[in-house]
């Protein structure tokens, strides 16, 4: 059920030697990382709680039973990483069978509109997730939200439709304590963007239809897989080439050292789109610090090789691509046509996965190659073996173990976001605060 790492397209521009020499980076990072504060998430799929794991099951039980949607309202990691694994097994046609709606994420009239009128006859549930309950887009949200909550069940029954995941102390938590609403208190030691094994990410995704067991026994195999021997009396990383997490780590501080400063994550699954909006968020606000950092980008193939695929392929040389290459995603035969008018007839027979597959070899060919036609853009495919909870899971843990190793590797707090109070300083003078 594992996740691979393929450097056969990256092997060209960083060596085994250099590989090696990094190695020792990878593992005092480690060695630092288990001494942090904010690590919380590290172990928590192999310790997690399990009375309040089944408080998020009964609760999303309820929720399934007593409304038509949910509206989970939160922003960067307090939504993020639910709205990823919803829309993956959502969109993919896997497990998610139960409209979760997300809202508290912009400032866009359109958008809360939207939402508001998709709830037009619909029983609905609130879900906030805050640590603070003062970051303007969700508090907004959640106070038109919430009116229309009470206008539409009265002030006991709204009371019983909000369920809130907030620190156990601030704002937010004392309006929980004043309203009586029900709450999940988020641990201390974990931050937003690696919060989506918590509550935070549970509930929504309970909710939703998947089943998350499943999605936290992905996680746990990955933290099993990435820590290593922990016996051996080393950092508990593991050889070179073993560790897969760790080995990402290495490679795209090594490509960033040789001038590459953007990292585009690819994937050929339009289900997995907020994937790569989570990955953004993880590495971009993790590692975007003191004038480090790959800039993360993304891209959807095979329909941005139409429009962005030219960039890539003969644009500036400071580019390298992580592809996401999804083995299992179902069987869809191409059919014959007996004129075969659009030429296309060599083609009947395969399966549609297979061409994908096809083109996300070629593509990862064309990219790496260096030629005439450009090229020279280093690719390393992550090879995920389906869409499914337990694989899910398994990914996200991978991002964040990596996330954390390659902050430290950089000389950056992975933890902490210091350049987000300036812009927030500057909109609230606008505000009048």
């Known amino acids: 059920m594992g996740l691979k790492l393929n450097t056969k397209y990256i092997d060209g521009f960083v060596s085994d030697a250099e590989v090696e020499a990094a190695w020792p980076e ?17 172990d928590l799929p192999g310790r997690y709680d399990k009375a309040e794991f089944e408080r998020v099951l009964e609760m999303a039980a309820e929720i399934r039973e007593r409304a038509d949607v949910l509206v989970c309202l939160g922003i960067g990691g307090q939504y993020l990483g639910a709205k990823a694994v919803v829309s993956a ?17 912009s400032l866009s009239t359109v958008e809360l509109n939207k939402v508001l009128a998709a709830l037009e006859g619909k029983d609905f549930y609130l879900n906030v997730n805050s ?34 995941s907030t620190d156990s102390v601030g704002t937010l938590h004392n309006m929980v304590v004043k309203e009586g609403w029900r709450v999940f208190i988020e641990p ?66 090594l490509c960033l050292r040789k001038g590459r400063t953007t990292e585009i994550l690819a994937s ?7 994937v790569a909006e989570w990955w ?25 090789l139409h429009s962005l695929g030219q960039y890539i392929q003969d644009g500036p040389r400071n580019m390298i691509e992580t592809v996401i290459r999804v083995g299992d995603t179902g069987e869809f035969v191409i059919p014959a046509e007996k004129d075969d008018m659009d030429g296309l007839n060599y083609l009947a027979g395969k399966t549609l996965a297979w061409a994908n597959d096809q083109a996300l070899l070629a593509v990862a060919e064309a990219h790496s190659t260096c030629g005439d ?6 690719n390393m495919i992550l090879e995920l073996p389906e869409i499914s909870a337990r ?14 190793l390659s902050a430290l590797m950089l000389g950056v707090d992975p933890f902490d976001q210091p350049g987000v109070e300036a812009y927030k300083a500057r909109v609230f003078e606008r505000l009048g605060r």
């Not at 990878?26 to 590290?42: P, R, Y």
């Not at 936290?216 to 897969?244: H, I, K």
């Not at 050929?268 to 907020?274: H, Q, V």
């Not at 694989?391 to 954390?404: R, T, V």
């Open 131 to 164: 640590k603070s309950g003062t970051t303007l887009e969700t508090s907004l949200g959640f106070r038109i939200l919430r009116q229309k909550l009470v206008e539409r069940y009265g002030e006991e029954e709204a009371r019983k439709r909000t369920i809130v």
């Open 391 to 404: 694989s899910i899971g398994h990914l996200l843990y991978f991002f964040e173990f990596s996330c954390a």
């Open 26 to 42: 990878a593992e005092a990072a480690f060695s630092k990382l288990q001494g942090l504060n904010m690590t919380g998430w590290l």
């Open 188 to 253: 201390d030691d974990i931050g937003g963007r690696y919060s989506v094994f918590t509550t935070v990410g549970l509930l929504p995704i309970a909710v939703s239809g998947v089943d998350i067991r499943e999605f936290m026994a992905g996680a746990a195999d990955a933290w099993a897989e990435y820590r290593g021997d922990e016996g051996s009396g080393t950092s508990g990383l593991g050889g070179v080439r073993e560790n897969a997490a760790a080995l990402y780590a290495v490679l795209r501080n």
């Open 268 to 274: 050929y699954e339009p289900s997995l789109n907020y």
């Open 89 to 105: 097994l959502s969109e993919s046609g896997a497990d998610s069978d139960f409209p979760v709606l997300f809202a508290g994420n």
């Open 280 to 304: 953004k968020q993880l590495f971009g606000e993790s590692e975007g610090k003191d004038g480090k950092g790959l800039f993360p980008a993304s891209v959807g193939y095979t329909t941005d």
């Open 373 to 378: 036609d450009g090229g020279c853009t280093p």
